[in-house]
Structure formats: C-alpha cells, structure tokens
C-alpha cells in the first residue's frame, strides 16, 4: 500500500463523506433496519416470549440472505449509496483546497493510484462490506451460497468501477463551476420563496430525494404485505404517513439547512409567519406527491384525506422542532426518534384525529415563537455548513 498518499486519501475522503453524510447514513441504514424488526411484529403489540421474538429475528435473518426481492432492493440501495460517495469525492477533487492531490495522486504509477482508490472505495463502503460479511457468515451456516456470493461479486463490481472513476477523475482536472442541466431549464421561471427549497433540493440533493424515495415505497409495500386487510383501516394509512414523514425527515433537515444558510436574510422580508407555515405544509405535500397519488388511489376520500393530514402534522412537527433546536443533529434526531415511538402509539390507540390538531398546533406555536430567533443561524459551525 502506498501509505504516504492513501492515508491523506482515507482521511480527505474517506472520513470527509461520513463526516458530511452523517445524518443520511444514520436514517438510511439504522432507520431503515430498526423499521424492518418492528413491522415483522407489528400486529403483536402485545408482549411476546422471548422464543417467539428470537423466531421473528430469525426469520428477518433469513429473508436477508434468501430472498431475491430483499437482495435486489438492497443492491439498488447500494448502487445509489455508491454514486452519492462518487458525487462527493468528484467535488472535492474540483476544490481549491485538495488540488495538491493531482500532483500527489498522479506522480504514482497507475496501478498504485487504483490500489488507493479501491481502499478509499472500500472504506466508504464499509456499511455495505459489514451487510455482506453478514450474508456470508450466515449462508455459511444455513448453507446458502449462490445469493451471497452474487451480492459479494455486485460489491466488488461496485469497488472497482468506483476506483477506476477516481482514476480516471484524479488524471484529467475538471471543472466544477458548470451549471446544472435543471437551473438551465428553469432559470426564467418564476421562483416564490416556497419554492426555493424545492428547486434546491432537485438541483443539489436528487440523490438523498432518490433513495428517501426507495426508501418510501419499501414502506408502502410493507405497509400492503403485513396487513391482511391494509385498505379498510385508518391505523394502517396513519403508520405508513408516520412512516413516510420519518423516512423524509433527512430530507426536511437539510431544507431547513438550506433556508437557516442561504435564505436568512428573506427574514427580513413583510412575510406573514401564518402564510410562511402554510407554505412549509406545501412544501411538504409536493415532496410526497407520489405517495399522495397511492394514498388516494387506495383508500377512500375521507380516511385518505385524514392519514394525510396526520402525515403533514408529523412532517411540520419535525421541520418546526428544528427552529427551536438549530441545525443540531444530536438534538434532531432524538426529537424524531421518540415522536416516532409516541405517534406510534397514538396510532395504534386509534387516536389520530386528536393528535393530528394537536400536531398542527404544537408546530404552528413553535415556528411563530422561533422564527425570528437568530441565534438558530449560528448553531452549526460555519465551515461544516460549506461542506
């Protein structure tokens, strides 16, 4: 291994993506995994032996390193986790600052550069590699073969094409000024406030709206296969909206990054905050406009219209707890952690219609108090806002 350039490329872009992609690992991969052991038990609230939870995790063992569907679900997580680490390491290739790495990188023959590469690739793909460890342990013991090896070959496949990406960036400079294909087409539209965030995010987030979008329909498909009747029950569509706002709350997080660091000085716009926290809603609604469209197409007008209603008041709830808080993820993520356990509760317990109101308010309170509070501007450390 050639240390003397791979331990500044481990350091630079390796720990730099963990640092940057905190929030987004932590609701993708732990989210996402806690939420597949609760729905294999979902219709049992009760308490359960302990053989009986053992038998339930078990089982999710098992769809792990049997199921193609699971497997394949898995790999289209993966491939878009792999060119969110590639969108990441060609932009702080374009920096100022790491330009002494094409003199450094490049100065090395070409089969050193993909050695280094390949550990760096490696090191960002370490949930994946601790995914496919897991497989293969476990297909050894129940001796199921072909699916894990499949995933360690479309890993390996992923490794390689990714430090022969690096290679090939490392060697020819590039320029990271250009615009973006969407600000080209919708630079003479007109653009209201609301709407800002929106742009921003399908210009510079499609990646994160992407795999929130997988990560959304696998929880609509849960939601179908776990109920035996899904489409006559109110607590059904409530725990997939709860779901659906959980799942988008990484999303909201960095909407109201994107607003506390680039927009603050429309805080000093005549907007009325009533109108402000209606558009927050809006917004809201537009970032779910697929799942609205299953949402009406499967359930009736009026159950629909009340799971909608309870996923906007967790939704707002989420974005408005951030005004209090600032952009603090150590703080943010317990707030939707226990809301979702509480709302969890509240929907098992057939107590939606109260809650929903009791969600608008608690948020409509909170963004009228908070939303002129400056102090939330400065609770993120300015150079890890740049990143």
Known sequence: MNAPVTIPLLKIFAKGFFRANAGMLIFFFV???????????????????????????????????????????????????TIKSWSYVVKQLAMRDNAFIFYSVSSLKKAGQFKSWMLVQLMILLPVIIYVLFAGIFGMIFHYYLLPALIFLYVFILTTSSAFLYLHAVNRLQDGNTQSFLLRIVQGWSKPYFSLGIYQMMDRMKLSYLLTKVLSYGIITTMVLSFETPYQDVRVAGIAMLAIATSHSYILYQLQRFEETRLSLFRNMPYNRLVLFIQLAIVYVLLILPECIWLFSRYHLMLGMQALLFGIGTALFFRCSLYWSGLRMKR????????????????????????????FLISCVIFYKTFYNQQVVMSWPAERLEK
């Open 31 to 81: 989210t996402a995994i806690s939420y597949g052991f609760f729905m294999e038990t979902v219709g049992d609230v009760k308490l359960l032996p302990e053989e009986t939870l053992t038998y339930y995790h078990f089982i999710i063992v098992m769809t792990f390193i049997s199921s193609p569907l699971v497997a394949m679900i898995m790999s289209v997580i993966w491939l878009l986790y």
């Open 332 to 359: 943010y993520l317990p707030v939707v952690f226990f809301s979702f356990i509480v709302l969890l509760y509240v929907v098992m317990f057939n107590l939606i219609a109260v809650f929903t109101w009791l969600l």
